[in-house]
């Protein structure tokens, strides 16, 4: 089955850097990658995704990029805010019983420092 | 959150007591599923729908049991046979006609004493 690995466990941040979570997938199957920004005591809400036909996609602050051929993929979030920590949650969709099915990574705990 | 939603937020349970779980949505969205989350780990798969009474055994389906009845409930059944059922439970649905996007609901934190 799919295997979802992703990096860092804890980022810490001072507001207005950069923060990137790296992620890598097994399964060549695989062919949608969402991210979800979850905050604590909430359900994960889509923040952004990528299909396996592109290889970069922007929303304001927040880019993800895939590279089908090493398996990976990351979330860019620039000029962080104190709104955006939180827990960050990417997959890597594959096909299983007729749907695609996510595989999720173990998150990435966003600390920004104002 | 959208409009699913789940209930109740909170939920204490006995040990040896079956508990069900409520997720109802309003979205009309085909599939639903059940996930199973623990501090410091990923989203398991318990169970999953993907249309009116019909339903796949997930990663962790172990213990746990679930029906479809009708297209906009999908509950959950923690079992007695579940041996470490404290964790938070999320609710996810998919739209009509795409194959790949989830949306989740707010979920339900299971205390089991």
């Known amino acids: 089955g799919e295997n979802v690995e992703q990096h860092p466990s804890t980022l810490s941040v001072q507001e207005g850097d950069s923060a990137v979570i790296k992620c890598t997938y097994s399964d060549s199957a695989s062919n949608y990658f969402p991210w979800y920004k979850q905050e604590l005591g909430k359900g994960p809400q889509l923040i952004i995704d990528i299909r396996s036909n592109v290889g970069e996609k922007k929303d304001q602050r927040i880019a993800v990029t895939l590279n089908k051929t090493a398996k990976h993929f990351s979330l860019h979030i620039t000029e962080t805010q104190p709104e955006d920590s939180a827990v960050y949650f990417c997959?890597?969709?594959?096909?299983?019983?007729?749907?695609?099915?996510?595989?999720f990574g173990r998150g990435t705990s966003l600390i920004v420092h104002p | 959150d959208g409009g699913i939603t789940q209930s109740p937020k909170y939920l204490f349970r006995k040990e040896g007591q079956n508990v069900t779980l409520s997720c109802e949505q309003n979205l009309n969205h085909d599939a639903m599923y059940w996930y199973r989350q623990d501090p410091g780990q990923g989203l398991r798969l318990i169970y999953y729908s993907q249309i009116v009474n019909d339903f796949q055994k997930g990663d962790i389906a172990e213990g746990y049991s679930v029906s479809r009845e009708k297209k906009e409930s999908f509950p959950l059944t923690v079992t007695s046979a579940q041996k470490n059922p404290t964790a938070f439970y999320l609710c996810?649905?998919?739209?009509?006609?795409?194959?790949?996007?989830?949306?989740f609901g707010p979920g339900t934190r299971l205390t089991v004493l």
């Open positions: 997959a890597a969709s594959h096909p299983r019983g007729g749907s695609y099915i996510p595989t």
């Open positions: 996810a649905s998919r739209p009509e006609g795409r194959t790949d996007t989830q949306y």
